[in-house]
Protein backbone atom coordinates (compact mmCIF):
# COMPACT_ATOMS: atom_id res chain seq x y z
CA UNK A 1 0.00 0.00 0.00
CA UNK A 2 1.44 3.71 -0.85
CA UNK A 3 1.36 6.08 1.18
CA UNK A 4 -0.18 9.50 -0.34
CA UNK A 5 3.45 11.52 0.36
CA UNK A 6 4.59 8.28 -1.71
CA UNK A 7 2.22 9.14 -4.19
CA UNK A 8 2.30 12.73 -4.67
CA UNK A 9 6.09 12.66 -4.73
CA UNK A 10 6.26 10.15 -7.31
CA UNK A 11 6.30 11.71 -10.67
CA UNK A 12 4.26 11.71 -13.77
CA UNK A 13 6.73 9.26 -15.62
CA UNK A 14 7.37 7.21 -12.58
CA UNK A 15 3.65 6.60 -11.18
CA UNK A 16 3.00 3.73 -13.48
CA UNK A 17 5.79 1.95 -12.08
CA UNK A 18 5.11 2.40 -9.11
CA UNK A 19 1.68 1.42 -8.88
CA UNK A 20 2.92 -1.25 -10.85
CA UNK A 21 5.74 -2.40 -8.20
CA UNK A 22 3.07 -1.21 -5.19
CA UNK A 23 0.14 -4.05 -7.06
CA UNK A 24 -1.97 -0.66 -6.92
CA UNK A 25 -5.17 -1.93 -9.81
CA UNK A 26 -5.30 2.12 -10.48
CA UNK A 27 -8.28 4.14 -11.11
CA UNK A 28 -11.77 2.12 -11.58
CA UNK A 29 -13.12 2.35 -15.34
CA UNK A 30 -15.94 4.06 -15.80
CA UNK A 31 -18.89 1.09 -14.74
CA UNK A 32 -22.20 1.11 -17.03
CA UNK A 33 -24.60 3.29 -15.98
CA UNK A 34 -27.57 2.27 -13.41
CA UNK A 35 -30.20 -0.33 -14.48
CA UNK A 36 -33.40 0.30 -13.69
CA UNK A 37 -34.78 -1.86 -11.05
CA UNK A 38 -37.82 -3.51 -11.81
CA UNK A 39 -39.85 -1.91 -9.37
CA UNK A 40 -39.61 1.01 -11.33
CA UNK A 41 -39.93 -0.66 -14.76
CA UNK A 42 -43.01 -1.54 -13.53
CA UNK A 43 -43.46 1.77 -12.38
CA UNK A 44 -42.85 3.73 -15.83
CA UNK A 45 -45.14 0.92 -17.73
CA UNK A 46 -47.85 1.75 -15.59
CA UNK A 47 -47.24 5.53 -16.52
CA UNK A 48 -47.41 4.23 -19.93
CA UNK A 49 -50.24 2.71 -19.64
CA UNK A 50 -52.16 5.52 -18.33
CA UNK A 51 -50.92 7.87 -21.58
CA UNK A 52 -52.47 5.09 -23.58
CA UNK A 53 -56.02 5.15 -21.63
CA UNK A 54 -55.79 8.91 -21.74
CA UNK A 55 -55.32 8.78 -25.63
CA UNK A 56 -58.18 6.41 -26.36
CA UNK A 57 -60.32 8.75 -24.12
CA UNK A 58 -58.99 12.05 -25.67
CA UNK A 59 -59.96 10.33 -28.99
CA UNK A 60 -63.27 8.83 -28.31
CA UNK A 61 -64.56 11.63 -26.89
CA UNK A 62 -63.36 13.76 -29.66
CA UNK A 63 -65.01 11.85 -32.28
CA UNK A 64 -68.18 11.11 -30.96
CA UNK A 65 -69.03 14.10 -28.80
CA UNK A 66 -72.68 12.79 -27.17
CA UNK A 67 -69.79 10.34 -25.29
CA UNK A 68 -68.05 13.66 -23.74
CA UNK A 69 -70.14 14.01 -20.42
CA UNK A 70 -69.06 10.25 -19.62
CA UNK A 71 -65.93 10.27 -21.15
CA UNK A 72 -64.00 13.10 -19.75
CA UNK A 73 -64.69 13.33 -16.15
CA UNK A 74 -62.87 9.87 -16.38
CA UNK A 75 -59.98 10.88 -18.37
CA UNK A 76 -59.71 13.80 -15.85
CA UNK A 77 -59.15 10.97 -13.22
CA UNK A 78 -56.66 9.11 -15.57
CA UNK A 79 -54.63 11.95 -15.76
CA UNK A 80 -54.71 12.15 -12.09
CA UNK A 81 -52.87 8.72 -12.24
CA UNK A 82 -50.69 9.87 -14.61
CA UNK A 83 -49.43 12.95 -12.18
CA UNK A 84 -49.56 10.90 -9.37
CA UNK A 85 -47.69 7.66 -10.97
CA UNK A 86 -45.11 10.13 -12.50
CA UNK A 87 -44.27 11.66 -9.27
CA UNK A 88 -43.44 8.27 -8.02
CA UNK A 89 -40.19 7.80 -10.46
CA UNK A 90 -37.40 8.39 -8.39
CA UNK A 91 -34.86 6.45 -10.06
CA UNK A 92 -32.91 6.57 -11.50
CA UNK A 93 -31.56 9.98 -12.08
CA UNK A 94 -31.62 11.85 -15.65
CA UNK A 95 -33.64 9.25 -16.87
CA UNK A 96 -36.59 10.93 -18.82
CA UNK A 97 -39.98 9.65 -17.03
CA UNK A 98 -42.35 8.30 -20.89
CA UNK A 99 -43.79 10.96 -22.25
CA UNK A 100 -45.09 8.70 -25.64
CA UNK A 101 -48.50 6.86 -25.90
CA UNK A 102 -47.24 3.44 -27.43
CA UNK A 103 -50.93 2.08 -28.67
CA UNK A 104 -52.94 4.07 -30.73
CA UNK A 105 -56.01 1.46 -32.13
CA UNK A 106 -58.21 2.24 -34.21
CA UNK A 107 -61.03 3.42 -32.98
CA UNK A 108 -64.13 1.24 -33.30
CA UNK A 109 -66.66 2.43 -36.11
CA UNK A 110 -69.60 2.54 -33.58
CA UNK A 111 -70.16 4.99 -30.62
CA UNK A 112 -71.14 1.40 -28.78
CA UNK A 113 -68.46 0.15 -30.00
CA UNK A 114 -66.19 2.74 -28.86
CA UNK A 115 -67.04 2.73 -25.07
CA UNK A 116 -67.08 -1.59 -25.70
CA UNK A 117 -63.59 -1.00 -26.45
CA UNK A 118 -62.93 1.72 -23.70
CA UNK A 119 -64.08 -0.77 -20.86
CA UNK A 120 -61.87 -3.48 -22.60
CA UNK A 121 -58.91 -1.37 -22.07
CA UNK A 122 -59.79 -0.20 -18.45
CA UNK A 123 -60.35 -4.18 -17.60
CA UNK A 124 -56.80 -4.81 -18.83
CA UNK A 125 -55.30 -2.00 -17.04
CA UNK A 126 -56.69 -3.27 -13.62
CA UNK A 127 -55.52 -6.70 -14.44
CA UNK A 128 -52.21 -5.49 -14.95
CA UNK A 129 -52.29 -3.38 -12.02
CA UNK A 130 -53.32 -6.41 -9.93
CA UNK A 131 -50.41 -8.30 -11.32
CA UNK A 132 -48.10 -5.75 -10.28
CA UNK A 133 -49.23 -5.44 -6.46
CA UNK A 134 -46.43 -8.05 -4.95
CA UNK A 135 -43.17 -6.78 -6.50
CA UNK A 136 -44.04 -3.33 -5.23
CA UNK A 137 -43.09 -1.26 -2.30
CA UNK A 138 -46.32 -1.02 0.11
CA UNK A 139 -46.28 2.57 -0.39
CA UNK A 140 -46.79 1.50 -4.43
CA UNK A 141 -48.73 -1.49 -4.49
CA UNK A 142 -51.40 0.85 -2.05
CA UNK A 143 -51.35 2.86 -5.57
CA UNK A 144 -51.89 0.27 -7.76
CA UNK A 145 -54.55 -0.93 -5.96
CA UNK A 146 -56.58 2.11 -4.97
CA UNK A 147 -56.05 2.90 -9.44
CA UNK A 148 -57.20 -0.42 -9.90
CA UNK A 149 -60.35 0.39 -8.09
CA UNK A 150 -60.93 3.69 -9.39
CA UNK A 151 -60.44 2.06 -12.93
CA UNK A 152 -62.99 -0.64 -11.52
CA UNK A 153 -65.63 1.89 -11.26
CA UNK A 154 -64.94 3.26 -14.49
CA UNK A 155 -65.72 -0.04 -16.07
CA UNK A 156 -68.99 0.38 -14.26
CA UNK A 157 -69.58 3.70 -15.68
CA UNK A 158 -69.05 2.19 -18.85
CA UNK A 159 -71.39 -0.92 -18.51
CA UNK A 160 -74.06 1.60 -17.35
CA UNK A 161 -73.74 3.76 -20.48
CA UNK A 162 -73.80 0.48 -22.67
CA UNK A 163 -76.69 -0.71 -21.27
CA UNK A 164 -78.58 2.45 -21.39
CA UNK B 1 -63.64 -12.46 -3.43
CA UNK B 2 -61.13 -15.29 -2.57
CA UNK B 3 -59.77 -15.73 1.14
CA UNK B 4 -56.24 -16.19 0.95
CA UNK B 5 -54.34 -18.54 3.34
CA UNK B 6 -54.06 -17.20 6.99
CA UNK B 7 -50.73 -18.85 7.10
CA UNK B 8 -49.09 -17.61 3.30
CA UNK B 9 -45.87 -17.04 2.85
CA UNK B 10 -44.56 -13.50 3.56
CA UNK B 11 -42.96 -11.99 0.30
CA UNK B 12 -39.47 -11.03 -0.12
CA UNK B 13 -37.86 -8.89 2.58
CA UNK B 14 -40.28 -10.06 4.74
CA UNK B 15 -39.35 -9.19 8.48
CA UNK B 16 -39.66 -11.02 11.47
CA UNK B 17 -42.43 -8.80 12.69
CA UNK B 18 -44.65 -9.47 9.27
CA UNK B 19 -46.96 -11.58 11.31
CA UNK B 20 -47.72 -8.75 13.85
CA UNK B 21 -48.14 -6.34 10.38
CA UNK B 22 -50.74 -9.10 8.98
CA UNK B 23 -52.57 -9.07 11.69
CA UNK B 24 -52.52 -5.49 12.69
CA UNK B 25 -53.44 -4.60 9.02
CA UNK B 26 -56.51 -7.50 8.97
CA UNK B 27 -58.11 -6.00 12.90
CA UNK B 28 -58.37 -2.43 10.87
CA UNK B 29 -60.11 -4.37 8.24
CA UNK B 30 -62.67 -6.21 10.89
CA UNK B 31 -62.78 -2.93 12.70
CA UNK B 32 -64.48 -1.39 9.62
CA UNK B 33 -66.58 -4.06 8.98
CA UNK B 34 -67.98 -4.13 12.08
CA UNK B 35 -68.86 -0.35 11.84
CA UNK B 36 -69.84 -1.30 8.59
CA UNK B 37 -72.67 -3.77 9.61
CA UNK B 38 -73.79 -1.73 12.29
CA UNK B 39 -73.89 1.43 9.88
CA UNK B 40 -75.78 -0.67 7.23
CA UNK B 41 -78.42 -1.70 9.93
CA UNK B 42 -78.94 2.06 10.85
CA UNK B 43 -79.01 3.45 7.13
CA UNK B 44 -81.40 0.04 6.05
CA UNK B 45 -84.09 1.29 8.45
CA UNK B 46 -84.15 4.93 7.10
CA UNK B 47 -84.58 3.29 2.95
CA UNK B 48 -87.38 1.59 1.23
CA UNK B 49 -88.03 -0.28 -1.70
CA UNK B 50 -84.56 -1.36 -3.96
CA UNK B 51 -82.47 0.98 -1.83
CA UNK B 52 -83.59 -0.75 1.19
CA UNK B 53 -83.12 -4.33 -0.81
CA UNK B 54 -79.65 -3.24 -1.88
CA UNK B 55 -78.38 -2.29 1.66
CA UNK B 56 -79.42 -5.60 3.05
CA UNK B 57 -77.52 -7.09 0.35
CA UNK B 58 -74.51 -5.01 1.59
CA UNK B 59 -75.12 -5.51 4.88
CA UNK B 60 -75.17 -9.27 4.61
CA UNK B 61 -72.01 -9.10 2.55
CA UNK B 62 -70.29 -7.31 5.28
CA UNK B 63 -71.27 -9.87 8.01
CA UNK B 64 -69.69 -12.51 5.03
CA UNK B 65 -66.39 -10.33 5.19
CA UNK B 66 -66.43 -9.87 8.75
CA UNK B 67 -66.16 -13.34 9.56
CA UNK B 68 -63.98 -14.04 6.83
CA UNK B 69 -61.54 -11.93 8.41
CA UNK B 70 -62.40 -13.47 11.60
CA UNK B 71 -61.28 -16.54 10.71
CA UNK B 72 -58.36 -15.55 8.87
CA UNK B 73 -57.15 -13.92 12.08
CA UNK B 74 -57.99 -16.93 14.46
CA UNK B 75 -55.78 -19.06 12.22
CA UNK B 76 -53.06 -16.37 13.27
CA UNK B 77 -53.04 -16.89 16.55
CA UNK B 78 -54.79 -13.24 17.32
CA UNK B 79 -58.28 -12.92 19.11
CA UNK B 80 -60.17 -10.87 16.43
CA UNK B 81 -61.28 -7.48 17.68
CA UNK B 82 -64.85 -7.12 19.03
CA UNK B 83 -67.66 -4.94 17.73
CA UNK B 84 -68.45 -1.96 19.74
CA UNK B 85 -71.89 -2.31 21.40
CA UNK B 86 -72.45 1.23 19.44
CA UNK B 87 -70.91 3.98 17.11
CA UNK B 88 -71.48 7.33 16.28
CA UNK B 89 -72.58 8.56 13.29
CA UNK B 90 -70.88 10.87 11.18
CA UNK B 91 -73.89 12.75 11.05
CA UNK B 92 -77.53 12.21 12.06
CA UNK B 93 -79.31 9.73 9.56
CA UNK B 94 -82.90 11.22 9.05
CA UNK B 95 -83.96 10.38 5.72
CA UNK B 96 -82.98 8.43 2.69
CA UNK B 97 -80.48 10.54 1.15
CA UNK B 98 -78.39 10.92 4.79
CA UNK B 99 -78.97 7.30 4.84
CA UNK B 100 -77.28 6.82 1.63
CA UNK B 101 -74.44 8.98 2.31
CA UNK B 102 -73.64 7.16 5.26
CA UNK B 103 -73.67 4.00 3.34
CA UNK B 104 -71.10 5.60 1.24
CA UNK B 105 -69.14 7.43 3.83
CA UNK B 106 -68.85 3.49 5.37
CA UNK B 107 -67.98 1.75 2.07
CA UNK B 108 -65.27 5.04 2.14
CA UNK B 109 -64.00 3.70 5.34
CA UNK B 110 -63.97 0.12 4.58
CA UNK B 111 -61.73 0.98 1.07
CA UNK B 112 -58.69 3.04 3.75
CA UNK B 113 -59.36 0.06 6.09
CA UNK B 114 -58.34 -2.61 3.14
CA UNK B 115 -55.95 -0.59 1.46
CA UNK B 116 -53.53 -1.51 4.72
CA UNK B 117 -54.21 -5.00 4.31
CA UNK B 118 -52.51 -4.28 0.81
CA UNK B 119 -49.70 -2.75 2.40
CA UNK B 120 -48.68 -6.00 3.98
CA UNK B 121 -45.62 -7.40 2.31
CA UNK B 122 -47.52 -10.91 1.16
CA UNK B 123 -49.06 -11.58 -1.92
CA UNK B 124 -51.65 -13.11 -1.45
CA UNK B 125 -52.89 -10.58 1.28
CA UNK B 126 -52.34 -7.96 -1.02
CA UNK B 127 -54.62 -9.47 -3.67
CA UNK B 128 -57.03 -10.39 -1.17
CA UNK B 129 -56.92 -6.51 0.27
CA UNK B 130 -57.28 -5.11 -3.38
CA UNK B 131 -59.95 -7.11 -4.57
CA UNK B 132 -61.73 -5.82 -1.47
CA UNK B 133 -61.07 -2.31 -2.30
CA UNK B 134 -62.25 -2.92 -5.45
CA UNK B 135 -65.70 -4.43 -3.99
CA UNK B 136 -65.98 -1.11 -1.82
CA UNK B 137 -65.32 1.28 -3.87
CA UNK B 138 -67.61 0.37 -6.05
CA UNK B 139 -70.26 0.91 -3.49
CA UNK B 140 -69.11 3.88 -2.48
CA UNK B 141 -69.95 4.86 -6.29
CA UNK B 142 -73.27 2.77 -6.09
CA UNK B 143 -74.19 5.15 -3.39
CA UNK B 144 -73.21 8.59 -3.47
CA UNK B 145 -73.01 8.52 -7.61
CA UNK B 146 -69.15 10.05 -7.67
CA UNK B 147 -66.02 8.66 -9.00
CA UNK B 148 -63.24 8.88 -7.22
CA UNK B 149 -59.78 9.06 -9.05
CA UNK B 150 -57.68 7.53 -5.87
CA UNK B 151 -60.32 5.25 -3.70
CA UNK B 152 -58.92 5.12 -0.05
CA UNK B 153 -55.92 7.10 -0.41
CA UNK B 154 -56.69 10.44 1.54
CA UNK B 155 -54.54 13.56 0.57
CA UNK B 156 -53.72 12.05 -3.13
CA UNK B 157 -54.23 14.65 -5.58
CA UNK B 158 -57.15 13.68 -7.55
Known amino acids: MLSRRQLLAASPSTLPLILALSACKGPAVLSAPPTVSPQTQMLLHSVTAELNLIWIYTRASAAYSGLAATLDPLRAEHAAHLTELRSRVIEPAGRPVPATVTARPALAGTQAGVLAQIRAAEQAAVRTLMSRLSGASPSLAQLYASIAASESVHVTVLNARIGG | ?158
Open chain 2, 1 to 158: MGTPSATASAGPGASPGAGAGRIAALQGALAAEHAAVYGYGVAGAMLAGRQQAAARAGWIAHQRARDTLETMLTALGATPVAASAAYRLPFAVTGGASAARLVAALEHGVTRAYLGVVAVNDASLRSFGAQAVQAAAGQAYAWSGNTEAFPGLPGTQS
